[in-house]
């Protein structure tokens, strides 16, 4: 099982603090550096969309938080190229600074994803995260 994030995956967010992509920009969550961050901006639902090079099957999210800034509820949803999202699965974090890890179950084949960061501990709604990762296998 491998990552399926790789320099072809085009992503996508809600928001960023203060337009900073430079220091909070979505980069930050496929960068390997502990120091830099994706910081949404204030707002209901957050959330981070992923397209891949070619057909994959989601076997797992991994997703590390900054404690105070994470979701309640996480909420995976995916779909074929041009085809609408449906819900694959949906798994509740801790609110703390660990990277978490959540199986997804009987992954259907998806060329994109859309991780929908719901019930935000942060009064205003924010998310901040440090390090985010989807694993699987290419689809043939």
Excluded: H
Excluded at 22 to 40: L, P, Q, R
Excluded at 93 to 116: C, R, Y
């Amino acid at each position: 099982m491998a990552s399926l994030i790789c320099c072809e995956t085009q992503s996508r967010v809600s928001s960023v603090l203060n337009r900073d992509g430079k220091n909070y920009g979505k980069k930050n969550m496929f960068d390997c550096d502990e120091e830099t961050c994706w910081n949404s901006d204030q707002g209901e639902c957050q959330w981070v969309s992923l397209e891949f090079p070619g057909p994959v099957r989601v076997s797992e999210v991994k997703v590390q938080f900054q404690g105070g800034f994470s979701a309640k509820t996480c909420r995976l949803e995916g779909g074929l190229k041009n085809g609408d999202f449906t819900e694959l699965d949906q798994f509740y974090p801790e609110d703390n600074n660990a990277l978490q890890s959540f199986p997804i179950q009987e992954a259907a084949t998806v060329n994109k994803v859309k991780i929908f960061f719901e019930n935000s501990v942060d009064f205003f709604g924010r998310i901040i995260v440090y390090s985010l990762d989807v694993l699987g296998e290419k689809a043939s």
